[in-house]
């Protein structure tokens, strides 16, 4: 908390610098910004790509199941669809309790290097010639992928966020 000595003399030459201080102190010490979230948003923060495109989430299975919610399905998994320019990602993520299993594709098909980021974390797999990928034991929560680009481009792609 601040005390009255913080805010004497407001309204003089610096007054406005002092006003700054004593609420960025009063901010910190009533609504701290949690730890976890700093983390996060520094880890984000270096997984930028200057230069890559982003890859938009086009589909989502779980949209659909909002429209279909009488039909049940009994495998746990959710297709999701990105696309950028000349460049799609198909996946499937599996459910199994707190884990999920992560099966894609690259179209068009190219062998290449698939990295899965989660906050803390990053997992890179390799795509075979026909562009398809496979990755077991992530944990539930918020991913992206950074992508090759289609071959005549060379440009990394980066899909959007999702939660998982």
């Excluded at 910190?28 to 989430?57: I, K, N």
């Excluded at 990053?122 to 992508?147: E, H, I, Q």
């Amino acid at each position: 908390m601040t005390d009255d000595s913080d805010l004497v003399g407001l309204g003089d030459e610096g007054g406005d610098e002092r006003l700054m201080t004593a609420l960025r102190r009063l901010a910190a010490a009533l609504d701290a910004v949690p730890m976890a979230l700093v983390a996060a948003a520094r880890a984000a923060f270096g997984w930028r790509t200057p230069g890559a495109e982003v890859a938009q989430l086009t589909y989502d299975s779980t949209l659909d199941e909002q429209a279909l919610v009488g039909v049940r399905s009994t495998t746990p998994s959710r297709l999701l669809s990105f696309e950028a320019s000349g460049f799609t990602v198909e996946m499937e993520a599996i459910s199994s309790g707190p884990r999920r299993r992560l099966r894609g594709e690259l179209g068009p098909p190219q062998p290449g290097l698939v990295e899965i980021r989660q906050p803390g974390r990053s997992v890179t797999v390799v795509a075979d010639g026909l562009g398809r990928f496979l990755v077991d034991d992530l944990r539930a929560g918020p991913l992206s992928l950074r992508l090759p680009g289609p071959r005549s481009e060379g440009v990394a792609k980066i899909t959007d966020w999702v939660l998982l």
